[in-house]
């Protein structure tokens, strides 16, 4: 709230000090672009949640209502329209624009729903930028005549874009649309040219988002060469601007796939033909066979790495509809047996090919920690790996293998392309088996044990040998996996001659290393920290003077010794006598014969 205050007391001018016969040809200053970028990153459009962003405008609303008093009145609305008499100051051009920020935002919740509009949602929206079109118009006007001339070159270039953006969701008059967004573009580009550094930036980002849906326009026009699957890649920009083409985009390829799904009657799988019946399985297909184009295309190779993983991701929420529409099938299917073993041979096949794209994602994975296992911690503490993770990388890959190798294997009267698969599975099992051996040799080399680090090397290596004898006895071998595996034997069989001679330099320095540990023993040392005295472990086999890699000196016992408990004489104390009631005794006591005059002084 103090930041808020601060800002609009720097963007309000002191108007006491006008006169009012100069306030009517006042100039006020708008920094449109600036100022709506920085509310939009605070209040949720940096993660896409336009219903938070629609409450903040609701709310900046109200308290300009309020600060500057033009309420609507208390028990019955009154309408007040703003007018070019009615700006007095800044803060009525920030009410015009907010407010036309605020249907723009509900129009774009409704755009981004889950699901997508449906009729009723899509009316209503086209409603609500209707309404933000009519309140950027107004803004446009007001600053035409109130605002400088910077002012006035954004808010017509907000104007374009907002009416723009209605044409564009509307799917009508392309080429007014085109001309909006090219209006936008040329205000945007020559604001670059000037100011400070940050508004230059901010100029240049809007340029870039425009561009998308200025070449979409050309595209629906016929004056772009594009094709529908190319325009993918125009909307890899980030920004809210972006949103509407993204969705309408996403439109445009779901038509295309329906389009050409309904060409697509049978799905080829290792010389099997499944037919495919369901419109939404062949869309499914369509778009996850796309995707894959993508990774295993020419341009694969200039794809990031983060890249990929998104497209893997997208792969597997196609492939993984697909499933879910054929056992629906499969659930709702007639008692004809060939209908259910189609549909089972159909499952099957997609569930292989998920199989094989989740090792590759996992082999795409183990590249990535592969490449940060041996660097060093920089400024931007980027994680650095350790061969425990990637230990658990392989042993994924390895679940994953097997798991293709029992899919494909299951099944009467396999063909020669599964029985295929299956032994290249069985290859690449051998490959990861080696592979995870090497890095938990390397994991416990770390540890500082030699013995088990050289002979996990001694049994990678082995593994390696054997996957490389039985990978060049292939028919088609792959030359990749070759090589990874001889650079893998030459690495196991290097380290463990590495560790065979280290731990013999620490066998040889163990007694010199056991005489100063032994010095080094305290009574009782200065560390509190020690879970066991060396006193209280003589009955377990453990090293007298501590682990290799630790720190700490070892402690024989504590000194001086604590208190123990001493046993002494018992303290009886009889509780019960004093409540005890006798017998009386006194007929049994002898009693003194008297005479007769004692018995008067007795």
């Given at each position: 709230m103090g930041k808020q205050k601060e800002s609009t007391a720097m963007e309000i001018e002191d108007q006491s000090s006008i006169p009012s016969d100069q306030i009517s040809n006042l100039k006020f200053s708008v920094n449109v672009l600036q100022l709506l970028k920085s509310a939009q990153m605070q209040h949720g459009l940096r993660f896409g949640d336009y219903a938070r962003y629609r409450r903040y405008c609701m709310a900046r609303l109200r308290r300009l209502y309020k600060s500057l008093k033009f309420t609507h009145g208390r028990l019955k609305y009154t309408k007040r329209s703003i007018s070019v008499t009615t700006v007095t100051e800044v803060r009525f051009?920030?009410?015009?624009?907010?407010?036309?920020?605020?249907?723009?935002?509900?129009?774009?919740?409704?755009?981004?729903?889950?699901?997508?509009?449906?009729?009723?949602?899509?009316?209503y929206l086209i409603g609500r930028l209707r309404k933000a079109v009519k309140w950027a118009s107004l803004f446009q006007e007001l600053c035409s005549i109130k605002g400088d001339s910077r002012t006035s070159l954004e808010a017509e270039a907000y104007a374009a874009y907002m009416k723009g953006s209605l044409l564009?969701?509307?799917?009508?008059?392309?080429?007014?649309?085109?001309?909006?967004?090219?209006?936008?573009?040329?205000?945007?580009?020559?604001?670059?040219k000037y100011g400070d550094l940050e508004?230059?930036?901010?100029?240049?980002?809007?340029?870039?988002?425009?561009?998308?849906?200025?070449?979409?326009?050309?595209?629906?026009?016929?004056?772009?060469?594009?094709?529908?699957?190319?325009?993918?890649?125009?909307?890899?920009?980030?920004?809210?601007?972006?949103?509407?083409?993204?969705?309408?985009?996403?439109?445009?390829?779901?038509?295309?796939?329906?389009?050409?799904?309904?060409?697509?009657?049978?799905?080829?799988?290792?010389?099997?033909?499944?037919?495919?019946?369901?419109?939404?399985?062949?869309?499914?297909?369509?778009k996850a066979q796309e995707l894959e184009k993508d990774i295993h295309g020419s341009a694969a190779d200039s794809l990031p790495a983060e890249k990929k993983l998104v497209l893997y991701d997208k792969i597997f929420a196609a492939y993984h509809e697909a499933r879910s529409c054929i056992?629906?099938?499969?659930?709702?299917?007639?008692?004809?047996?060939?209908?259910?073993?189609?549909?089972?041979?159909?499952?099957?096949?997609?569930?292989?090919?998920?199989?094989?794209?989740?090792?590759?994602?996992?082999?795409?994975?183990?590249?990535?920690?592969?490449?940060?296992?041996?660097?060093?911690?920089?400024?931007?503490?980027?994680?650095?790996?350790?061969?425990?993770?990637?230990?658990?990388?392989?042993?994924?890959?390895?679940?994953n293998t097997a798991d293709l190798s029992d899919l494909v294997?299951?099944?009467?009267?396999?063909?020669?392309?599964?029985?295929?698969?299956?032994?290249?599975?069985?290859?690449?099992?051998?490959?990861?088996?080696?592979?995870?051996?090497?890095?938990?040799?390397?994991?416990?080399?770390?540890?500082?044990?030699?013995?088990?680090?050289?002979?996990?090397?001694?049994?990678?290596?082995?593994?390696?040998?054997?996957?490389?004898?039985?990978?060049?006895?292939?028919?088609?071998?792959?030359?990749?996996?070759?090589?990874?595996?001889?650079?893998?034997?030459?690495?196991?069989?290097s380290n463990s001659c590495a560790e065979h001679a280290k731990g013999i330099m620490e066998e040889e320095k163990a007694p010199e290393n056991l005489s100063k540990k032994i010095s080094n023993i305290s009574l009782n040392g200065t560390d509190k920290k020690m879970e066991r005295l060396l006193m209280e472990k003589l009955d377990t086999y453990e090293s007298?003077?501590?682990?290799?890699?630790m720190k700490v000196v070892p402690r024989i016992e504590t000194f001086p010794p604590a208190f123990q408990p001493?046993?002494?004489?018992?303290?009886?104390?009889?509780?019960?006598?004093?409540?005890i009631e006798f017998p009386s005794l006194d007929s049994r006591m002898k009693k003194d014969k008297k005479g007769f005059i004692s018995r008067f002084w007795g």
């Open positions: 051009l920030h009410l015009v624009l907010y407010t036309a920020e605020r249907a723009w935002s509900h129009a774009m919740e409704k755009k981004t729903l889950p699901d997508g509009p449906n009729a009723r949602q899509r009316s564009f969701e509307k799917d009508q008059n392309w080429d007014v649309a085109l001309k909006c967004f090219k209006s936008a573009r040329a205000v945007y580009e020559e604001l670059g508004n230059q930036v901010l100029c240049r980002e809007r340029v870039e988002e425009l561009e998308p849906s200025i070449r979409y326009c050309l595209h629906k026009i016929g004056e772009s060469n594009l094709q529908t699957s190319e325009l993918v890649s125009i909307g890899e920009i980030e920004g809210p601007a972006l949103d509407l083409f993204k969705a309408k985009l996403e439109a445009a390829m779901a038509e295309a796939r329906s389009q050409q799904a309904a060409s697509m009657t049978e799905f080829h799988w290792l010389g099997n033909r499944f037919p495919i019946s369901n419109a939404k399985i062949r869309v499914s297909i369509l056992r629906n099938d499969l659930v709702t299917a007639a008692s004809s047996e060939n209908v259910k073993d189609e549909l089972s041979g159909l499952d099957k096949a997609v569930g292989a090919i998920l199989g094989q794209r989740t090792i590759e994602r996992n082999q795409l994975l183990v590249k990535i920690a592969k490449s940060k296992l041996n660097k060093v911690r920089d400024d931007k503490n980027e994680k650095v790996t350790k061969p425990e993770e990637l230990v658990r990388l392989y042993d994924l890959l390895l679940q294997s299951s099944g009467r009267d396999r063909k020669v392309e599964e029985v295929a698969l299956a032994e290249e599975c069985e290859l690449r099992s051998m490959a990861f088996r080696a592979e995870r051996c090497f890095y938990l040799a390397k994991s416990y080399s770390l540890a500082g044990k030699r013995t088990e680090a050289y002979a996990l090397y001694s049994r990678a290596r082995s593994l390696a040998d054997a996957a490389l004898m039985k990978l060049q006895s292939a028919n088609a071998a792959d030359q990749v996996m070759i090589k990874e595996l001889r650079t893998l034997y030459n690495e196991s069989r007298a003077v501590g682990e290799a890699n001493v046993p002494r004489n018992p303290i009886v104390l009889d509780l019960a006598y004093n409540l």
